[in-house]
């Protein structure tokens, strides 16, 4: 049984053979060895060609089995109908990574050739990247096996990217921006390896500070995340990801033949484990750029010093975007600024100087903050006036954007023409980061906070709740004997009950005089609804019937729900009416449960009841999780203040739905058939009162796709 190599002899190879290697200086073969020769690597360059020959210096061998010497990695760089022979050869001279350039597999639709090259290559002890990619760099390696730019700088950021045109764009990018890479990987169709395989080894990594990653689609997510989790503890993770439109998503399905999967899914969930997710490749870049230096506060305590009322609101209104909170202890500002701005300038923050200050206050303003141990980060805006001179500023900005990037986060936004815009790339070069839109240097901060936050959150266990799994599995095989991939409401009550959720009292009639009874039995008003598994739909089929108050509102909803559903299906088989209590009203909620695509089990919890499709007002999270997690999700909705209280109502019995979501959770773990499970509404009582789930909804799988 073969073993599967370590990954770092992806990153730092002894030997590394070129299959397709060129004489031709046109095409890619030659721009690999051109490339790797270039950079100085430090390992074994074999490049690899039926004609023989040399290249640059080297010996061409004429197959890979030829070479004397150890190879870790084989770049192969020929048409798609020739790889997989190559890779035959590969496996017998004991290569341990196939790094597949060459396209034409499943992002075209040829996925069986991809599977079965990747089949050979894993018995064979053989891991395989790609196919579809640029290749790797790697600066412990001196090693640029890519077809990208020639002339990368070496630092500390690692890329990891699905896409092969935006990672070189990238390399280009990080070039002009001066952005040192620690390496850059593309995983394209990710036939094998995937972006927690690199993670593995990019997390423990010295050289790498900071980790960008452009997904385009997600397939391992349980894995994914697990490993996200550990890594933001140890290094900033940024992730830039297209997909979020439904044509977006369309778009990166073909291009790379992955599942985007629903984008609000992947946006809660990618934030729950901490990880930084960047709209913009600007964004991404600046991020990765600053947050390997720029130090971690010791504090939420910003302030921003400014010398134009104008940008001074902007920064706040940024400010609150990014979630950066503005220090507001007037007590404390005034004692700090009150002796080192003009009388006519303002201590209440925004700090502002005001549009006739000199530079000159800048630097004091700027010392007094930096050196104020209740601040913890200083935002700093200059507008050009007449008396801002941006040479004297460049001098302060030397002084303090140098000399306190070890104790606290200092970010600049300078406004104006020509002069300013000189110095504001200026200071870039230097790695001071200074911008001349002041969102761009707040929403900066805003990372270096959520990073913060990542880093300082308690400790929160992962709760599951004990509930007796064997009983309701039971229900599902019953559910399975019938042919059926949902619950009757009755068999989803019951095994809401077995969970332990509150439910409405409930009985099913077979008749009319049983209808009756039950109603009395249950106490009016009453709810009924139409027992049929063919169907699913009741609201639609005219088969419910709501607040029914006496007998004989009974006696005529019952006739008129038996008369709706066979007008709505005249051969669905009719099991009854099912007699429910009326729940009263207060606010509803949505909570629901399944198994995604990409993440594996989910949990849901939003603004619930008939506009929820409408609203769209809902959180995610990966399952199982901890109680102050489920906490976060529930007040990430925007209707979360109806739960607080608003206009003199009581708080929400939310600890209540804290427990309903953790059972909802629980029972999708519990039984391995269930894809879907939807409590809406839950109906949420004032504190102590509790909740009550009004209707369940439960799906299984297809019986080929049980898990």
């Given at each position: 049984m073969?073993?599967?190599?370590?990954i770092?002899?992806?990153?730092?190879p002894r030997?590394?053979a070129?299959?397709?290697?060129s004489?031709?200086?046109?095409k890619?073969?030659h721009?690999f060895v051109e490339n790797?020769?270039?950079?100085?690597y430090k390992?074994?360059?074999?490049?690899?060609?039926?004609?023989g020959g040399?290249?640059l210096?080297?010996k061409?061998y004429?197959?890979?089995?030829e070479?004397d010497?150890e190879v870790d990695?084989?770049c192969?760089?020929?048409?798609?109908?020739y790889?997989f022979d190559?890779?035959?050869?590969?496996?017998?001279?004991?290569?341990?990574?196939a790094?597949i350039?060459a396209?034409?597999?499943?992002?075209?639709?040829?996925?069986?050739?991809?599977?079965k090259?990747?089949?050979?290559?894993r018995e064979?002890g053989m891991?395989?990247?790609?196919?579809?990619i640029f290749g790797?760099y790697?600066?412990?390696?001196?090693?640029n096996?890519?077809?990208g730019?020639?002339n990368v700088?070496?630092?500390?950021v690692?890329v990891?990217?699905?896409?092969?045109?935006?990672?070189?764009?990238?390399m280009?990018k990080?070039?002009?921006e001066?952005?040192?890479l620690?390496?850059i990987?593309?995983?394209?169709?990710?036939?094998?390896?995937d972006?927690s395989?690199l993670?593995?080894?990019?997390?423990?990594?010295?050289?790498?500070?900071i980790?960008?990653?452009?997904?385009?689609g997600?397939s391992?997510g349980?894995?994914?995340?697990?490993?996200?989790?550990?890594?933001?503890?140890k290094?900033p993770?940024v992730?830039?990801k297209?997909?979020?439109?439904?044509?977006?998503?369309?778009a990166?399905?073909s291009?790379?033949?992955s599942?985007?999967?629903?984008?609000?899914?992947f946006?809660?969930?990618i934030?729950q484990c901490g990880v930084?997710?960047a709209?913009?490749?600007?964004d991404?870049?600046?991020?990765v750029?600053y947050?390997a230096?720029?130090?971690?506060?010791k504090?939420e305590?910003?302030v921003?010093?400014?010398?134009?009322?104008g940008?001074?609101?902007?920064?706040?209104?940024a400010?609150e975007k990014?979630?950066?909170n503005?220090?507001?202890?007037?007590?404390v500002l005034?004692k700090?600024?009150s002796?080192?701005?003009p009388?006519f300038?303002?201590s209440?923050?925004p700090i502002d100087?005001?549009?006739?200050?000199p530079v000159s206050?800048?630097?004091?303003a700027l010392?007094?903050?930096?050196?104020n141990?209740?601040i913890?980060?200083?935002?700093?805006?200059?507008?050009?006036?007449?008396v801002?001179?941006?040479?004297?500023f460049s001098q302060v900005v030397?002084?303090?954007?140098v000399?306190?990037?070890?104790s606290?986060?200092l970010?600049?936004?300078l406004?104006?023409?020509?002069?300013?815009?000189?110095?504001v790339r200026?200071f870039?070069?230097?790695?001071?980061?200074?911008f001349?839109?002041?969102y761009e240097?707040?929403s900066?901060?805003?990372?270096v906070y959520?990073?913060?936050?990542?880093?300082?959150?308690?400790p929160?266990?992962?709760?599951t709740i004990?509930?007796d799994?064997?009983?309701?599995?039971e229900?599902?095989?019953?559910?399975?004997?019938d042919?059926?991939t949902?619950l009757?409401?009755a068999?989803a009550?019951?095994?809401m009950?077995i969970?332990g959720?509150?439910?409405?009292?409930s009985r099913?009639a077979h008749?009319?005089?049983?209808?009756?009874?039950?109603?009395?039995e249950i106490?009016?008003?009453v709810?009924?609804?139409i027992?049929?598994?063919?169907?699913?739909?009741?609201?639609?089929?005219?088969?419910?019937a709501?607040d029914?108050g006496?007998?004989?509102?009974?006696?005529?909803?019952y006739e008129a729900?038996?008369?709706?559903?066979?007008a709505?299906?005249?051969?669905?088989?009719?099991e009854?009416?099912?007699v429910?209590?009326?729940?009263?009203?207060?606010?509803?909620?949505?909570?629901?449960?399944r198994r995604?695509l990409?993440f594996g089990?989910i949990?849901?919890f939003?603004l619930?009841?008939?506009y929820?499709?409408?609203?769209?007002?809902i959180?995610f999270?990966?399952?199982?999780?901890?109680?102050q997690?489920?906490?976060?999700m529930i007040?990430?909705i925007?209707s979360y203040?109806l739960?607080?209280?608003?206009?003199?109502e009581?708080?929400?019995?939310?600890?209540?739905?804290?427990?309903?979501?953790?059972r909802?959770?629980?029972v999708?773990?519990k039984?391995?058939?269930i894809?879907?499970?939807?409590?809406n509404?839950?109906?949420?009582y004032?504190?102590g009162?509790?909740?009550?789930a009004?209707?369940?909804r439960?799906?299984?799988?297809?019986?080929?796709?049980a898990i």
């Amino acid at each position: 049984m073969y073993k599967n190599p370590d990954i770092k002899y992806l990153f730092e190879p002894r030997g590394v053979a070129i299959i397709g290697a060129s004489r031709d200086k046109s095409k890619i073969g030659h721009k690999f060895v051109e490339n790797i020769h270039a950079s100085g690597y430090k390992g074994k360059l074999y490049p690899v060609n039926p004609e023989g020959g040399e290249i640059l210096g080297y010996k061409v061998y004429k197959n890979v089995e030829e070479i004397d010497g150890e190879v870790d990695i084989a770049c192969i760089i020929i048409p798609a109908k020739y790889v997989f022979d190559s890779v035959k050869s590969c496996a017998a001279k004991g290569v341990k990574f196939a790094v597949i350039i060459a396209s034409g597999f499943s992002e075209v639709g040829n996925s069986s050739e991809e599977k079965k090259i990747v089949a050979f290559a894993r018995e064979h002890g053989m891991r395989v990247l790609g196919p579809n990619i640029f290749g790797v760099y790697s600066a412990v390696s001196c090693m640029n096996a890519t077809f990208g730019p020639s002339n990368v700088r070496p630092g500390g950021v690692a890329v990891i990217t699905q896409s092969g045109a935006i990672g070189v764009g990238m390399m280009g990018k990080t070039v002009t921006e001066n952005i040192g890479l620690s390496a850059i990987i593309s995983v394209g169709n990710k036939s094998d390896l995937d972006e927690s395989d690199l993670l593995e080894y990019l997390v423990e990594q010295e050289q790498t500070k900071i980790i960008l990653m452009y997904v385009e689609g997600i397939s391992e997510g349980e894995r994914l995340v697990s490993i996200l989790k550990k890594a933001v503890l140890k290094k900033p993770i940024v992730i830039l990801k297209s997909g979020r439109s439904a044509r977006g998503a369309m778009a990166a399905a073909s291009h790379t033949s992955s599942l985007a999967g629903e984008d609000k899914v992947f946006d809660d969930i990618i934030k729950q484990c901490g990880v930084l997710r960047a709209e913009t490749i600007t964004d991404a870049l600046t991020w990765v750029r600053y947050l390997a230096n720029i130090p971690v506060p010791k504090g939420e305590n910003t302030v921003i010093i400014t010398n134009g009322g104008g940008i001074g609101v902007l920064a706040a209104d940024a400010c609150e975007k990014f979630n950066v909170n503005l220090y507001d202890n007037q007590t404390v500002l005034n004692k700090t600024f009150s002796n080192v701005i003009p009388s006519f300038g303002s201590s209440k923050n925004p700090i502002d100087l005001s549009g006739q200050a000199p530079v000159s206050y800048y630097d004091s303003a700027l010392t007094a903050a930096l050196n104020n141990p209740e601040i913890h980060s200083v935002i700093c805006l200059g507008c050009e006036t007449a008396v801002f001179d941006p040479d004297v500023f460049s001098q302060v900005v030397q002084k303090q954007g140098v000399g306190y990037s070890k104790s606290k986060p200092l970010v600049y936004s300078l406004f104006g023409g020509s002069k300013i815009d000189h110095y504001v790339r200026e200071f870039q070069k230097h790695d001071v980061p200074a911008f001349q839109d002041v969102y761009e240097s707040i929403s900066l901060l805003g990372a270096v906070y959520s990073n913060y936050r990542t880093l300082h959150q308690p400790p929160d266990p992962i709760q599951t709740i004990d509930m007796d799994g064997d009983k309701m599995n039971e229900i599902i095989r019953k559910v399975r004997a019938d042919d059926r991939t949902f619950l009757l409401a009755a068999e989803a009550q019951a095994m809401m009950q077995i969970a332990g959720l509150p439910m409405p009292k409930s009985r099913i009639a077979h008749k009319l005089d049983e209808a009756i009874a039950y109603a009395e039995e249950i106490g009016y008003p009453v709810v009924m609804k139409i027992v049929s598994k063919d169907i699913i739909h009741k609201s639609d089929a005219g088969g419910v019937a709501l607040d029914l108050g006496n007998r004989k509102e009974v006696m005529d909803a019952y006739e008129a729900i038996m008369h709706n559903a066979r007008a709505y299906k005249a051969d669905a088989k009719i099991e009854g009416v099912q007699v429910d209590e009326m729940v009263r009203d207060d606010v509803e909620t949505i909570i629901g449960a399944r198994r995604d695509l990409s993440f594996g089990p989910i949990v849901m919890f939003g603004l619930g009841g008939i506009y929820v499709e409408v609203m769209k007002d809902i959180a995610f999270r990966t399952f199982p999780l901890g109680r102050q997690e489920v906490l976060k999700m529930i007040s990430q909705i925007r209707s979360y203040p109806l739960l607080l209280g608003v206009r003199g109502e009581k708080r929400k019995d939310i600890d209540k739905v804290v427990d309903v979501i953790m059972r909802v959770g629980t029972v999708l773990l519990k039984c391995k058939d269930i894809t879907d499970i939807e409590v809406n509404p839950l109906v949420v009582y004032s504190q102590g009162e509790g909740a009550r789930a009004v209707d369940v909804r439960i799906l299984l799988s297809k019986p080929q796709e049980a898990i």
